[in-house]
């Protein structure tokens, strides 16, 4: 059974960085592709970075392009996104996706607060 598992999430200041994690187990498919979500209170769930497994990568959106990086480790099956001047609208709960074989996998999420 897939499973998705998000970490490092935290409380921290408006200019600092944060890497979260999502670790994939169980996935036997050589070709997925790896998202990370986010969804702040009264707000939709957004798209905020897409990497396949041949680490191609989407464009992010305007609003984290140029200080969010999505990245993979193959051997891992881990997904991580580099959070660097993190402001406070940033702050939502982030979730991993895994898209693979015409199925997905969403993690539980993990809490990003971004506060002074």
């Known amino acids: 059974q897939v499973q998705v598992m998000e970490s490092g999430g935290g409380l921290v200041q408006p200019g600092e960085s944060l890497r979260l994690s999502c670790a994939a187990s169980g996935v036997t498919s050589q070709s997925y592709d790896v998202s990370w979500w986010r969804q702040a209170p009264g707000r939709e769930r957004e798209l905020v970075a897409l990497m396949s497994s041949d680490h191609r990568v989407a464009n992010y959106p305007a609003s984290v392009r140029g200080r969010f990086t999505i990245s993979l480790d193959n051997t891992k099956t881990t997904a991580y996104l580099r959070m660097n001047n993190l402001k406070r609208e940033d702050t939502a709960v982030y979730y991993c996706?895994?898209?693979?074989?015409?199925?997905?996998?969403w993690g539980q999420g993990t809490q990003v607060t971004v506060s002074s």
């Open positions: 996706k895994l898209a693979f074989s015409g199925r997905v996998r």
